[in-house]
């Protein structure tokens, strides 16, 4: 759920910005970089602690690639013989939104970045906003990107967008204008997209994010953990495929981030392939293995497959934010089947702890959705009548008890879009059970006795 915003700053990130901002002090002082850049950072420090609430890792990251644009006009600088319009000042928005897919951070980094190289190259108000324009244009282009083409295009795009803003500050377009400004403006988009496609897996290795690029790799069916577990564990591949499709439909509803919700949903279970029988959907042949197990010892087998996931993932170098699925979506929940079982055979009573998940719970939308989809799909596998209104009543259910429990407590959902993330869930489910007309039987003579009001092409 989302909670009330907490507008105080911690001590850690006092800390940060206030570390940062000497350090650039001290750095501008003796470089002769303008002194006006560690102010202008520590502002922006501020306002991600303030009203972002980004972590200090981010804000180091981000401040890594301000300086990396600093530097690069710093350098440009000096040869004085090099037209400054070349400068890919619109790549650093441009990673910043493939990287951390998001448009408020990405558009203070467009600001800050025109801010800061062109105050180090000298550059008028009227440059800086056509580098500020075309580092927005370029990170709205990039949003949601998940081929190389869109660089290609977002380039071009921004390249026009430079080109229209420069002729719209200066009418006035004579034969300098066209060599001087805007040729090499129209130049830079394509340089942008170029310094994007060749640096975006660096920066994705140093900061540890996952981008668009790396999820659709990962979603492919022939990547080791997923061909393992067609094979080994085929009842729990086939559920992760139902609940990334639900999970993925109610990622879009509410504006998520729907690629990595359909891929941790992909990865979720990958524990079970170590004892793949001892789940459900998997004892498809032989009995349930829990009967002859008491409910302590089924507990840790149950527990286990988490553990072993979070191993799966970290042997296969998984990106955390994919890991972070594996213990999210089940949170701190309870086992309620083997609680109450042993319950029964410890009518003095039990520690519920001992039959909770160990946590954590979902801190994100994005593994809140997949533990609600996991919840709801596995709830309305075992309806024996799937119409519409039972399928709801559960989804309903399930949702509410969830949130009862406490188990959406440390994401930032709403009530709003947990009801927009049920009434998806309806849909999906309802459409995926939907009624059949039941055909008629054979007769010896291989004419089915069927209706004369019957439409003996209709296939429904």
Avoid: W
């Amino acid at each position: 759920m989302s909670s009330r915003p907490n507008h105080s700053i911690s001590r850690d990130q006092t800390i940060m910005v206030a570390v940062t901002f000497l350090a650039l002090l001290i750095f501008c002082y003796f470089s002769g970089f303008p002194l006006i850049i560690p102010l202008l950072v520590f502002f922006f420090g501020v306002h991600l602690f303030y009203f972002k609430k980004v972590q200090p890792k981010l804000f180091l990251h981000l401040a890594l690639l301000l300086a990396l644009i600093v530097f690069a006009a710093q350098a440009l600088k000096s040869y004085s013989h090099l037209n400054h319009f070349y400068l890919p000042i619109a790549s650093v928005a441009m990673l910043t939104m493939l990287l951390f897919n998001d448009v408020q951070i990405s558009f203070m980094m467009a600001l800050m970045s025109s801010t800061l190289a062109g105050i180090v190259l000298g550059f008028s108000l009227n440059e800086m906003l056509i580098f500020f324009l075309g580092g927005l244009a370029g990170s709205y282009k990039i949003r949601d990107a998940r081929t190389r083409g869109a660089l290609i295009e977002a380039g071009i795009f921004v390249s026009i967008i430079q080109v229209i803003c420069a002729v719209l500050i200066n009418p006035v377009v004579n034969r300098d204008i066209v060599i001087y400004i805007l040729k090499p403006l129209a130049i830079n988009g394509l340089v942008c997209a170029v310094v994007v496609i060749a640096t975006s897996k660096v920066f994705e290795i140093i900061f540890g994010e996952i981008t668009n690029f790396t999820l659709l790799e990962l979603s492919d069916s022939s990547h080791p953990l997923m061909k393992r577990m067609v094979l080994e564990a085929p009842g729990s591949y086939h559920h992760s495929l139902i609940v990334s499709n639900l999970a993925e439909a109610a990622a879009d509803a509410i504006d998520a981030h729907s690629l990595l919700v359909r891929v941790g949903a992909y990865y979720h279970d990958i524990g079970k392939m170590v004892k793949p029988e001892y789940f459900t959907e998997n004892q498809m042949v032989v009995g349930n293995k829990h009967d002859e197990l008491e409910p302590s010892m089924s507990r840790l087998v149950i527990f286990n497959h988490v553990k072993e996931g979070i191993e799966l993932a970290h042997k296969h170098h998984l990106n955390h934010r994919i890991i972070d699925f594996i213990p999210e979506h089940h949170g701190t929940s309870l086992m309620h089947y083997f609680y109450q079982k042993a319950l029964s055979e410890h009518p003095d009573g039990l520690d519920e702890r001992d039959y909770r998940y160990p946590g954590p719970k979902p801190q994100s939308k994005e593994t809140a959705i997949v533990m609600l989809a996991d919840s709801v799909e596995g709830a309305t596998r075992a309806l024996d009548e799937h119409t519409p209104q039972r399928i709801e009543d559960l989804v309903r259910k399930v949702i509410n008890n969830k949130f009862i429990d406490g188990q959406l407590d440390e994401c930032n959902l709403t009530l709003r879009e947990i009801d927009t993330i049920a009434s998806v869930f309806v849909r999906v489910l309802s459409a995926m059970y939907h009624g059949r007309v039941k055909y008629p039987e054979m007769t010896n003579g291989n004419n089915p006795k069927r209706s004369s009001k019957e439409d003996p092409h209709s296939e429904r």
